[in-house]
């Protein structure tokens, strides 16, 4: 079987095999990583190892603190501006979508005004804005993007710059839920970049924030402690119980990445084949269609729509007999959504590609 979800999504089976081989004792310290004590030593280096790894992977600069909370990519939404707006200015957006909408509306619900500085939906969220078009306020305290749009398979083909019209650069914060790790990333662009474990991480439950240091000092006053970076930086992400399990998981999620895989370039390129396969094969069809501009068109999350729907049921029941799994769109734009995150293998995309081209001619 493979597994095309958004999210929870497929996990390595290198990992989940190595996990299963773990499962009952760790390393032989007789009890599961679930049953330890997350301020022991056994947990306290695994939890450590994974920092490592990540910060190796990314390259993250040794001026960012990396934080494993707790609370969704969705508690962010919250946690970003009480974290930025302690100094005052509002949050400005891009709006490209569903996610960053919804974080927009957060942004809203907690302290007002958060301005649109760039929107894509007159088209449709065909298409990202250009940088020309992005328009910060005077007061902007930061500008929030989702760098990959996981419903609407939009993603961003450049990293924008944040500058307001007094010419002052403000902290640039990424939503990257759904396509972190996807590739190499020049960290050094962003104040804050976050995400939701569920997708190129690990298992849900677990958040990955990496926060530049300057930016620990703008928090509000009247923030719940728990979601402070600053309190969680100074405690190594341990002010009350983690995600345990989850962030061992993810460890095991790096260690595959980079020993397995061979890094995030190597990464990058089976990405960027999957991807370019399959949308090839939906242009090169006359039942299905993906609407997205070429150079925003996702690699992680390929949402496609076949030309009657009256063929999505037998699409989608014939595709799960086959053994592809979960590509149904999301409820709230129906059709179907292939998601080829990192854990996706090739042959997974090809099985894919085949069983479309096999239900065209019979049904088409
Ligand atoms: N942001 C993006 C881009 C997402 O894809 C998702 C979830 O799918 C979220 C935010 C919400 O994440 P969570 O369910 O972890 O709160």
Redo the contacts with the bound molecule.
Sequence with gaps: HYNFC??PAALPEAVLARARDELLDYRGHGLSVMEMSHRSPEYVAIAEQAERDLRELLAIPDNYRVLFTQG???LQFAAVPYNLLGLGGRANFLHTGI?GKKAMAEARHLFGDAPVAASSEAGGHAAVPRQADIALTEDAAYLHY?A???IGGLEFDYIPEAVRPDGREVPLVC?M??SILAGPLDVSRFGVIYA?A?KNIGPAGL?VVIVREDLLDRARADMPSLLGYRTLAEAASMVNTPATYSWYLAGLVFQWLKADIGGLAAMDAINSRKAERLYAAIDGSELYSNPIARRNRSRMNIPFVLADDRLDKPFLEEATAAGLLNLKGHRSVGGMRASLYNAVPEAAVEALIDFMADFEQRRG
């Design positions: 958004a999210g969704g990519a969705t996610w989702t990959n749009e996981t939503d839920s759904s939701g569920q958040v």
